[in-house]
T-cell receptor, first 113, second 113 residues
Framework: SQTIHQWPATLVQPVGSPLSLECTVE??????LYWYRQAAGRGLQLLFY??????ISSEVPQNLSASRPQDRQFILSSKKLLLSDSGFYLC????????????FGAGSRLTVL | AQSVTQLDSQVPVFEEAPVELRCNYS??????LFWYVQYPNQGLQLLLK??????LVKGINGFEAEFNKSQTSFHLRKPSVHISDTAEYFC???????????FGSGTRLQVQP
């Protein structure tokens, strides 16, 4: 069966520091991968998605970037965090042959101070 | 462009009462529709999905939803709620030709004893 892992689960970082959140999927090949952000009291905002290694689509211009160095690995990064980057970050995957049914990781809560 | 509106940010209801969480979408093409549930500090879990066929879709935990194309709605219902149903519920839509889901802002269901 397929599983998705995200880490770290929680992170407290000062403004201006770098960020790296990692996500890996097991039990499937060539998945579509996604990063969503959930700000406090708000819905989910799509940040990035990827249909293959090195292929990244950005939905919203911002202080973040994403990379997919391996088929089942998706990384969210920032060189310098802003206060507004605080939130709950969710990684998800979907099968390329399916109807975009997303399976989510447990999330990473980022607090920027 | 696809969009989702969840008009109710919070829905308080007593245990064993029925509940309906409303969802309306906007899209110019055929769509897939989803409801996800999020328990505190967790990722999202798929409740049910509409891809094609019968407009009445049954999901996990006794929930169901009805796709109404003329009203562009996909309301979620449960005839009798439990305390354990207290959570945030998200409606999502994706145009059949696209890859990434668009989520509504969420509805917090609060079940009271």
């Amino acid at each position: 069966s397929q599983t998705i892992h995200q880490w770290p689960a929680t992170l407290v970082q000062p403004v201006g520091s770098p960020l790296s959140l990692e996500c890996t999927v097991e039990g499937t090949s060539n998945p579509n991968l996604y990063w969503y952000r959930q700000a406090a009291g708000r819905g989910l905002q799509l940040l990035f998605y990827s249909v293959g290694i090195g292929q990244i689509s950005s939905e919203v211009p911002q202080n973040l970037s994403a990379s997919r160095p391996q088929d089942r690995q998706f990384i969210l990064s920032s060189k310098k965090l802003l206060l507004s980057d605080s939130g709950f970050y969710l990684c998800a995957w979907s099968d390329v042959s399916g109807a975009n049914v997303l399976t989510f990781g447990a999330g990473s809560r980022l607090t920027v101070l | 462009a696809q969009s989702v509106t969840q008009l109710d940010s919070q829905v308080p209801v007593f245990e064993e009462a029925p509940v309906e969480l409303r969802c309306n979408y906007s899209s110019s093409v055929s769509v897939y529709l989803f409801w996800y549930v999020q328990y505190p500090n967790q990722g999202l879990q798929l409740l049910l999905k509409y891809l094609s066929g019968s407009t009445l879709v049954k999901g996990i935990n006794g929930f169901e939803a009805e796709f109404n194309k003329s009203q562009t709605s996909f309301h979620l219902r449960k005839p009798s709620v439990h305390i354990s149903d207290t959570a945030e519920y998200f409606c999502a839509v994706v145009d059949t030709g696209r890859r990434a889901l668009t989520f509504g802002s969420g509805t917090r269901l609060q079940v009271q004893p």
